[in-house]
T-cell receptor
Framework: EAGVAQSPRYKIIEKRQSVAFWCNPI?????LYWYQQILGQGPKLLIQ????????DSQLPKDRFSAERLKGVDSTLKIQPAKLEDSAVYLC?????????FGPGTRLTVL | GDSVTQMEGPVTLSEEAFLTINCTYT??????LFWYVQYPGEGLQLLLK?????DKGSNKGFEATYRKETTSFHLEKGSVQVSDSAVYFC???????????????FGQGTILTVHP
């Protein structure tokens, strides 16, 4: 069974630029999550989707971050404009039950 | 809100030593508890889980017991190997009811290094 796919794996941008990350969850998983993991910390939820609807986006900085899951499968997370403090690993996870399966993450460096 | 506190790291052990990584939590309701592991260069993987009080999760020689009275979920292994070197995360999962599951709240992670 294929795992959660994410791309790109690495991205370096300058502050005030925009960036987008893509996630393809495990087939059949209705729930999709985006987490931000800052170096030395545990992951923190940014947004949770159930199919193509948003369940929880209370921690998403909506002035600069946006996410969508239009057809209830793939998802895109966008940052515009990026700030230095956005440097982190962005993790996508999907689930069918209480267990979440994580992708390899996208490491973002904002200069 | 919900929170998870892990013991300060990093932890350095010799092969075959006994391992304990402490984890305590604060939560409303009846959460599920998890240990995830991140090996060098790899993504987060589920190590073990427990869904209710007094449950014991186990996998690959690791164990953790869900203790509601002490709000703890300490990770233990009787004899560590070099291949266990990784970052270990304790996490709390919301039970949103029915078939819906909420976010995971993670601790800060504990780096484990095992020397031969």
């Amino acid at each position: 069974e294929a795992g959660v796919a994410q791309s790109p794996r690495y991205k370096i941008i300058e502050k005030r630029q925009s960036v987008a990350f893509w996630c393809n969850p495990i087939s059949g998983h209705a729930t999709l999550y985006w987490y931000q993991q800052i170096l030395g910390q545990g992951p923190k939820l940014l947004i949770q989707f159930q199919n193509n609807g948003v369940v929880d986006d209370s921690q998403l900085p909506k002035d600069r971050f946006s996410a969508e899951r239009l057809k209830g499968v793939d998802s895109t997370l966008k940052i515009q404009p990026a700030k230095l403090e956005d440097s982190a690993v962005y993790l996508c996870a999907s689930s069918l039950s209480s267990v979440q399966f994580f992708g390899p993450g996208t490491r973002l460096t904002v200069l | 809100g919900d929170s998870v506190t892990q013991m300060e790291g990093p932890v350095t052990l010799s092969e075959e030593a006994f391992l304990t990584i402490n984890c305590t939590y604060t939560a409303t309701g009846y959460p599920s508890l998890f240990w995830y592991v991140q090996y060098p260069g790899e993504g987060l993987q589920l190590l073990l889980k427990a869904t209710k009080a007094d449950d014991k999760g186990s996998n690959k020689g690791f164990e953790a017991t869900y203790r509601k009275e002490t709000t703890s979920f300490h990770l233990e292994k009787g004899s560590v190997q070099v291949s266990d070197s990784a970052v270990y995360f304790c996490a709390l999962g919301e039970n949103a009811g029915g078939t819906s599951y909420g976010k995971l709240t993670f601790g800060q992670g504990t780096i484990l290094t095992v020397h031969p």
